[in-house]
Nanobody
Framework: VQLAESGGGLVQAGDSLRLSCAAS????????MGWFRQAPGKERIFVAV????????FYGDSVAGRFTISRDNAKNMVYLQMDSLKPEDTAVYYC????????????????WGQGTQVTVSS
């Protein structure tokens, strides 16, 4: 599976942004898909995950209620809608493919994109 993120950019606090992740390869709908982020000098942390069929989602505490993960299996796409953005959301955002919607550790995900930068100014 190859993954490619897009949609990052520079926005102001309170703005919205939607990230996209395009996947290539077979059996896309058998993978749970996750979003992670990594700020400079910090560890890569869990943001959100969605099950293969899109029926189950989980979110990190810092984004719950503001971010929404979704997927379109017909298009091999995963999305992260980010609303009410805060300066602390600034990071490189990565999408990843893994084996279970219950995975939250980056080490549990098998495939990664190259990342897209999101910068939120105050």
């Amino acid at each position: 599976v190859q993954l490619a993120e897009s949609g990052g950019g520079l926005v102001q606090a309170g703005d919205s942004l939607r990230l996209s992740c395009a996947a290539s390869g077979r059996a896309f709908n058998t993978y749970a898909m996750g979003w992670f982020r990594q700020a400079p000098g910090k560890e890569r942390i869990f943001v959100a995950v969605i099950s293969g069929r899109g029926s189950t989602t989980f979110y990190g505490d810092s984004v719950a209620g503001r971010f929404t993960i979704s997927r379109d299996n017909a298009k091999n796409m995963v999305y992260l809608q980010m609303d009410s953005l805060k300066p602390e959301d600034t990071a490189v955002y990565y999408c990843a493919a893994g084996g279970s919607v219950h995975f939250k550790n980056p080490n549990q995900f098998d495939y990664w994109g190259q990342g897209t930068q999101v910068t939120v100014s105050s």
